[in-house]
């Protein structure tokens, strides 16, 4: 029996090749930059979980790749599963440690500007953002959650994950406002190319914020999150903590990178935490 012939192989799905490790590193592992380590596993519950478990004395820049995720975890405890090698599952460890607290909370948004401006690059799909962290793609014209970013504090630093939908097809969406790079008509689906465009993309973004210590503003991140924020401009409604819901119509992203709502009684409240639903999506839909 040929490896491609094997029912559990890592060839068994020639459309999802597994990824060359040895390249990625050769393209990323470079003297002064960021990344300093990269490991691939064949398959884990959650790659931000296990970064999280070995944070204490952990380097920074180190990133971690799974070909499959048997317990994804993204915000509110919801779990993100796709077929192995249909996806980009991935972690990295960040310790911006002379970069304000306060100014960490912008480190989510600026992975979701590094991967829009990345997968623009790596695969000519325009991605927008949905505030505070999904990645959103259009598929026969209506707006689709293709991917999701999650921060979590660990050890010195943050880890930062992110669960990505690349060639994903139509009867594996796990609902019907999921979607992928591929059914967004991606000019190209190799994940090693799309991961080093996002990683690469995430070192820059990344840097300018540092050296800015963590001003979004000057280093120029306010301005791009909101320049790709698809939730800008919308009606949509905030489900906050407590059970409390409010409706309004999305105005801006503020200095903290909170999402501004101008509610019906002319007030404009800020919303740091909470789950946004798109109440005017792209051909009516709901995301």
């Known amino acids: 029996m040929t490896p491609s012939d094997a029912p559990h192989s890592r060839w068994s799905d020639l459309d999802r090749p597994p990824l060359n490790v040895p390249a990625l590193r050769r393209g990323l592992l470079r003297p002064g930059a960021l990344w300093t380590a990269l490991d691939v596993v064949e398959s884990t519950g959650s790659t931000n979980s296990d970064l999280a478990l070995r944070a204490e004395g952990l380097a920074e820049g180190t990133v971690l790749v799974a070909e499959e995720q048997t317990r994804g975890r993204g915000r509110?405890?919801?779990?993100?599963?796709?077929?192995?090698?249909?996806?980009?599952?991935?972690?990295?460890?960040?310790?911006?440690?002379?970069?304000?607290?306060?100014?960490?909370?912008?480190?989510?948004?600026?992975?979701?500007?590094?991967?829009?401006?990345?997968?623009?690059?790596?695969?000519?799909?325009?991605?927008?953002?949905?505030?505070?962290?999904?990645?959103?793609?259009?598929?026969?014209?209506?707006?689709?959650?293709?991917?999701?970013?999650?921060?979590?504090?660990?050890?010195?630093?943050?880890?930062?994950?992110?669960?990505?939908?690349?060639?994903?097809?139509?009867?594996?969406?796990?609902?019907?406002?999921?979607?992928?790079?591929?059914?967004?008509?991606?000019?190209?689906?190799?994940?090693?190319?799309?991961?080093?465009?996002?990683?690469?993309?995430?070192?820059?973004?990344?840097?300018?914020?540092?050296?800015?210590?963590?001003?979004?503003?000057?280093?120029?991140?306010?301005e791009a999150y909101a320049a790709g924020c698809a939730t800008l401009g919308r009606t949509v409604r905030a489900q906050l903590p407590g059970e409390r819901t409010l409706v309004g119509e999305a105005v801006a992203i503020d200095g903290d990178g909170r999402l501004l709502l101008s509610t019906p009684d002319g007030l404009r409240e800020p919303v740091s935490a909470g789950d946004i639903v798109h109440l005017r999506g792209v051909g009516g839909g709901l995301v």
Do not use: C
């Not at 948004?109 to 590094?114: D, K, Q």
């Not at 829009?116 to 014209?141: F, I, M, Q, S, Y």
């Open 76 to 222: 509110l405890d919801r779990t993100w599963t796709a077929p192995a090698r249909s996806g980009l599952f991935f972690s990295v460890y960040l310790t911006p440690g002379d970069v304000p607290v306060e100014r960490w909370g912008w480190l989510p948004l600026l992975t979701g500007v590094a991967a829009a401006t990345g997968l623009a690059r790596a695969a000519g799909v325009d991605t927008g953002l949905k505030w505070p962290n999904d990645l959103l793609v259009t598929v026969g014209g209506e707006e689709r959650k293709a991917g999701g970013i999650l921060a979590e504090r660990a050890g010195d630093g943050v880890v930062i994950g992110m669960g990505l939908n690349v060639t994903l097809r139509a009867d594996e969406l796990p609902a019907p406002t999921a979607g992928s790079l591929a059914l967004a008509g991606a000019v190209s689906t190799d994940r090693e190319t799309l991961l080093r465009g996002v990683l690469r993309s995430l070192e820059h973004w990344y840097g300018r914020w540092r050296e800015a210590d963590g001003d979004a503003a000057a280093s120029g991140l306010q």
